[in-house]
């Protein structure tokens, strides 16, 4: 049996040690977190939604209809009428004939790429995808490859080399590391050349980009017709918990019938499903969340730029504060928590060694003065010769 100790110290010697915070309390900006009060910048929850009131009571109302748990999987007796309505306005609000809801994003990713793929197949993507991409491709079997990141010219150069062989390609349509969008119309466009599969992974993107909040491909004008398979998770712009695929009927009943972790697990809880209905709806009714979240990143960056601060190129609520090195990025964050600021470092392996960052991430729930908040920490900091930021 192998020791795990040696293991675990190797990991805290080269600052890659994780370790989770207790959070007490609602998932807001000001927050509780082991025991003390903290300004955060590190919520997915890009809207607010989480703890938005008409969310938690229709949360409230599905627990008093439907309980707790949905007790078995989808296609047993786990399928309520309120999951089958949050599918059917999911594929309208994405503009897609269909969407099967999943338990989780990773869960999502790892079912398509197990329903549509097998070994001798291959599965090409950009070298930043996120994690539950490159395992769906691995737990596929088949062939993995992965081009440079953001870069149309490569993805053609991988396209060109086996044209015969059955292929998808798969991208995140927001990095949620670095916070920049994939060149989505010009990679379909080589898919459409050559036949591939062509998925994105929205989960940084639905409820925040496009006119109407339906995310990357509404905001870059890509139809089902040019992206086939469609993930968006539900636990970040939409403030709950869980994930859907969106596509063809076709598409959808191949992953009814093949996609292992749609068939073998327990489905989300019913009230999840309608919490969600009502926070879709305040995704479409209320447009000015959007635009405060776009003030606020404008803002941030206008600060940022002003202290000399290199920040990398998003326009998204994810703000990347490069720094390099691994213990910097550490320092630094347990500096700003010292001021009660939360600000994750984030290490490899989650990015590449040598950039590690700071990932401030901004949410409509936060205030002008909360940025301006952050920004003074900055400051203070850049300040400091001990920071390394000066």
């Known amino acids: 049996m192998k020791d795990l100790a040696p293991l675990l110290h190797q990991r805290r010697i080269e600052h890659r040690y994780r370790q989770r915070r207790l959070l007490d309390g609602p998932q807001q900006p000001e ?14 929850d890009y809207l607010g939604l989480a703890s938005h009131p008409a969310v938690i ?11 707790v748990g949905a007790g078995s999987a989808h296609l047993v007796n786990g399928h309520t009428r309120a999951h089958h309505q949050l599918e059917e306005a999911l594929a309208t609000f994405t503009g897609r004939d269909r969407a099967l809801l999943f338990s989780t994003g990773y869960m999502a990713n790892l079912g398509v790429a197990q329903a549509l793929l097998s070994r ?17 491709a691995r737990i596929s079997e088949a062939r993995l490859q992965r081009y440079r990141h953001a870069d149309p010219d490569d993805l053609a150069r991988l396209l060109d080399r086996d044209p015969e062989r059955e292929t998808l390609v798969s991208t995140d349509g927001v990095f949620s590391m670095d916070g920049d969008v994939a060149p989505l119309p010009a990679l379909a466009d080589l898919c459409t ?6 998925m994105v992974d929205d989960a940084h993107g639905l409820g925040v980009l496009g006119a109407t909040g339906a995310g990357t491909l509404e905001q870059q004008g890509l139809d089902q017709a040019r992206v086939p398979i469609l993930m968006g998770t539900l636990g970040k712009g939409l403030g709950t918990a869980g994930a859907f ?20 697990t327990t489905a989300m809880p019913a009230a999840v499903a309608a919490a969600t209905l009502v926070a879709l709806q305040v995704v479409r009714t209320e ?13 941030f960056r206008a600060g940022a730029e002003e202290l000399g601060l290199t920040l990398m190129d998003s326009d998204t609520p994810i703000q990347p504060l490069q720094v390099g090195d691994a213990a910097a990025a550490m320092a630094l964050s347990e500096d700003l928590l010292a001021r009660g600021l939360l600000v ?21 729930a936060h205030t002008p003065a909360h940025v301006d908040r952050l920004l003074e920490g900055l400051r203070a900091l850049c300040l400091s010769p001990e920071s390394g930021m000066g």
């Open 120 to 136: 001798g197949d291959r599965v090409l993507q950009d070298r930043l995808n996120h994690a539950s991409l490159l395992d769906a």
């Open 193 to 198: 050349r050559a036949g591939a599969w062509f």
């Open 57 to 67: 009571a229709a949360f409230k109302a599905g627990v008093d209809r439907y309980g």
């Open 31 to 44: 927050q509780i977190i082991d025991g003390r009060p903290v300004l955060a910048f590190c919520s997915n």
């Open 245 to 264: 695929v969106a596509g063809s009927e076709e598409l959808i009943e191949t992953l009814i019938q093949a996609a292992r972790t749609y068939i073998y």
């Open 344 to 364: 994750p470092a984030i290490r490899p392996p989650t990015v590449p060694a040598g950039t590690a960052r700071l990932r401030v991430t901004l949410s409509a």
């Open 287 to 299: 447009p000015e969340r959007r635009e405060h979240l776009r003030m606020l990143v404008r803002q």
